[in-house]
């Protein structure tokens, strides 16, 4: 079992920049991958971008160039930087882990609105 805590979402001007951070309990080395989803009022969960084990990073054509997902293995996090914020990033973040089992956190609100 592994308990994923996200945090570092808040109210950012568009332009701005925030780092969310995912903490599980556990080791993440043994999953496939680590990944952010995100949820605005109204619309479905979306993919925002994945890190597998190896490194190899995958990100919705909407935050491409703009969001980098890393992952730090001695700390067992999964971060997400997002740069050049726009309104429409306003949502719910999730992070989750996939392996035999997914795991999921309970979501950091990210509002980006002047």
């Known amino acids: 079992q592994v308990q994923l805590v996200e945090s570092g979402g808040a109210l950012v001007q568009p332009g701005g920049s925030l780092r969310l951070s995912c903490a599980a309990s556990?080791?993440?080395?043994?999953?496939?991958?680590g990944g952010w989803y995100r949820q605005a009022p109204g619309k479905q969960r979306e993919l925002v971008g994945t890190?597998?084990?190896?490194?190899?990073?995958y990100y919705a054509d909407s935050v491409k160039g703009r969001f980098t997902i890393s992952r730090d293995y001695a700390k067992n996090t999964v971060s997400l930087q997002m740069n050049s914020l726009k309104p429409e990033d306003t949502a719910v973040y999730y992070c989750s882990v996939t392996g035999a089992k997914d795991y999921w956190g309970q979501g950091t609100q990210v509002t980006v609105s002047s």
């Open positions: 556990g080791s993440i080395f043994r999953f496939n991958a």
């Open positions: 890190i597998t084990r190896d490194g190899n990073t």
